[in-house]
């Protein structure tokens, strides 16, 4: 069984950072992408940055480029998600997600991810 779990939310003021963290154990370990998904309250879950690790590429959600980066450490088992000059938008439910399903056509859609975390608050106000 595998696991996912996020911290490293909190409360933070527009112009600021946040660094995400997801520690992923279990079997199987093999995942085909990994990334990073939010849901505001009322809206869809929407896919924020996730790394396919056949080909080492990078999607992310065009509302956060150039603010946005997700990171992996292999040898920790860790997925980063760092998070800069952030907007009250960006207010949501933050989740890792990983996905066992080898060519995958859409890396940002949470339909294409199989294992998910409880989630981390991200609050952006002032």
């Known amino acids: 069984q595998v696991q996912l779990v996020e911290s490293g939310g909190g409360l933070v003021q527009p112009g600021g950072s946040l660094r995400l963290s997801c520690a992923v154990s279990?079997?199987?370990?093999?995942?085909?992408?990994i990334g990073w998904f939010r849901q505001a309250p009322g809206k869809e879950r929407e896919g924020v940055s996730c790394y396919s690790v056949s080909d080492g590429i990078t999607y992310t959600a065009d509302s956060v480029k150039g603010r946005f980066t997700i990171s992996r450490d292999n040898a920790k088992n860790m997925v980063y998600l760092q998070m800069n000059s952030l907007k009250p938008e960006d207010t949501a439910v933050y989740y890792c997600?990983?996905?066992?399903?080898?060519?995958?056509?859409?890396?940002?859609?949470?339909?294409?991810?199989?294992?998910w975390g409880q989630g981390t608050q991200v609050t952006v106000s002032s």
């Open positions: 279990g079997s199987p370990s093999d995942y085909y992408a």
């Open positions: 997600a990983t996905s066992y399903r080898f060519g995958l056509e859409h890396y940002l859609s949470y339909k294409e991810y199989d294992y």
